[in-house]
T-cell receptor
Framework: AQKITQTQPGMFVQEKEAVTLDCTYDTSDPSYGLFWYKQPSSGEMIFLIYQGSYDQQNATEGRYSLNFQKARKSANLVISASQLGDSAMYFCAMRGLMNRDDKIIFGKGTRLHILP | GAGVSQSPSNKVTEKGKDVELRCDPISGHTALYWYRQSLGQGLEFLIYFQGNSAPDKSGLPSDRFSAERTGGSVSTLTIQRTQQEDSAVYLC?????????????FGPGTRLTVT
């Protein structure tokens, strides 16, 4: 069975510092995709970044990067130069790619607070 | 283009009443998900539709919950005999499907309050 674990229920970080949000996963699929979503207090879910298990390089999107360590089954999100607007709930998610019917599964989330 | 839409945005109902929540996915998206999110909590998976395959209902919390998807597009989540613990935000998401890495697009949610 597939599983996503986010061990940090909440984090407080000073503005302008870098942030690492942890995510570990478990799957038996040889091919899978990993996602991060942001949910601000407004409630919308915003897709941030994805990483394919077959990708040789870590994914980057602006200030977001994914520290993908396949052997450790971890896919941590790194936010550089944090901003007050980064305060939100962050969800890690995964989907197997071997079966077209596989569904995406989410972790329980990490609530990030950026302090001025 | 149009994103995922959900209606109503807010619903207040009395305990014991039935409610229907609607989701319009992005055109062409064959995968559709329903989630429930209680205040400040994570996403609780409810049900997953993928094309013409039988839906994955493994997340439905009780037989009071059901969902259908007509014509591979619009989906309706029905909660019968609502209870106060059903109060939550119900989120719908759609995506392309297959063996590619396709992210989900979420609707704005329906906030259900059972009094």
């Amino acid at each position: 069975a597939q599983k996503i674990t986010q061990t940090q229920p909440g984090m407080f970080v000073q503005e302008k510092e870098a942030v690492t949000l942890d995510c570990t996963y478990d799957t038996s699929d040889p091919s899978y995709g990993l996602f991060w979503y942001k949910q601000p207090s407004s409630g919308e879910m915003i897709f941030l970044i994805y990483q394919g298990s077959y990708d040789q390089q870590n994914a980057t999107e602006g200030r977001y990067s994914l520290n993908f360590q396949k052997a450790r089954k971890s896919a941590n999100l790194v936010i550089s130069a944090s901003q007050l607007g980064d305060s939100a709930m962050y969800f890690c998610a995964m989907r197997g790619l071997m079966n077209r019917d596989d569904k995406i599964i989410f972790g329980k989330g990490t609530r990030l607070h950026i302090l001025p | 283009g149009a994103g995922v839409s959900q209606s109503p945005s807010n619903k207040v109902t009395e305990k014991g009443k039935d409610v229907e929540l609607r989701c319009d996915p992005i055109s062409g998206h064959t995968a559709l998900y329903w989630y429930r999110q209680s205040l400040g909590q994570g996403l609780e998976f409810l049900i997953y539709f993928q094309g013409n395959s039988a839906p994955d209902k493994s997340g439905l919390p009780s037989d009071r919950f059901s969902a259908e998807r007509t014509g591979g597009s619009v989906s309706t989540l029905t909660i019968q005999r609502t209870q106060q613990e059903d109060s939550a935000v119900y989120l719908c998401a759609s995506s392309l499907s297959g063996t590619g890495v396709y992210e989900q697009y979420f609707g704005p949610g329906t906030r259900l309050t059972v009094t």
